[in-house]
């Protein structure tokens, strides 16, 4: 059973989004480092993800589009900072333009997501806090559904990767 919980702090320009997983930390990792796995539950029901890059290593590039109901694009990238397999993951996430590359136009500053995976009363708890440049950032995120799409995203990794059960 996935248990998700999410708490904003404007104070530390943050937002942090908690979930338990009846599986392994290594099985959960899974869903990080495999693109076909990740595309299964990056974005919201109504807006799956396609990662049409995704290069798994410290300092590598990730491009992905999810598409939206009437069959609208938006597109987003990572660059990963810091990988510590299987228990943190570090990357900067931004939004794209059409080509697929950081959106250099976009008055949104990129973001620092942070995931870390830990075992806890023996299930996987993974942690992913999302560090914000300005309160004004913060705000503009939420506002646009960042919070609520984040939250249905991750409620699907379960049931994406059949409940995740197993080592």
Same mark, same amino acid.
């Given at each position: 059973?996935?248990?998700?919980?999410?708490?904003?702090?404007?104070?530390?320009?943050?937002?942090?989004?908690?979930?338990?997983?009846?599986?392994?930390?290594?099985?959960?990792?899974?869903?990080?480092?495999?693109?076909?796995?990740?595309?299964?539950?990056?974005?919201?029901?109504?807006?799956?993800?396609?990662?049409?890059?995704?290069?798994? $290593?410290?300092?590598?590039?990730?491009?992905?589009?999810?598409?939206?109901?009437?069959?609208?694009?938006?597109?987003?990238?990572?660059?990963?900072?810091?990988?510590?397999?299987?228990?943190?993951?570090?990357?900067?996430?931004?939004?794209?333009?059409?080509?697929?590359?950081?959106?250099?136009?976009?008055? $949104?500053?990129?973001?620092?997501?942070?995931?870390?995976?830990?075992? $806890?009363?023996?299930?996987?708890?993974?942690?992913?806090?999302?560090?914000?440049?300005?309160?004004?950032?913060?705000?503009?995120?939420?506002?646009?559904?960042?919070?609520?799409?984040?939250?249905?995203?991750?409620?699907?990794?379960?049931?994406?990767?059949?409940?995740?059960?197993?080592?």
């Amino acid at each position: 059973m996935t248990v998700i919980t999410s708490s904003r702090d404007v104070d530390a320009l943050t937002l942090t989004i908690v979930a338990t997983f009846d599986a392994s930390v290594e099985r959960v990792w899974q869903v990080w480092e495999d693109p076909r796995q990740l595309e299964r539950w990056w974005g919201p029901p109504t807006w799956p993800a396609t990662f049409v890059r995704h290069d798994f $290593v410290p300092g590598g590039a990730s491009r992905y589009y999810m598409t939206g109901p009437e069959g609208e694009k938006s597109r987003g990238w990572w660059t990963t900072t810091m990988i510590d397999a299987p228990r943190r993951l570090e990357f900067d996430n931004g939004f794209a333009g059409d080509d697929g590359e950081p959106d250099k136009g976009n008055e $949104v500053e990129p973001m620092r997501m942070t995931v870390t995976l830990d075992t $806890v009363d023996g299930v996987t708890r993974m942690t992913t806090v999302t560090a914000f440049a300005s309160t004004e950032q913060l705000e503009q995120v939420l506002e646009m559904g960042m919070e609520e799409g984040m939250r249905e995203a991750m409620g699907q990794i379960s049931a994406a990767t059949d409940g995740l059960r197993g080592g």
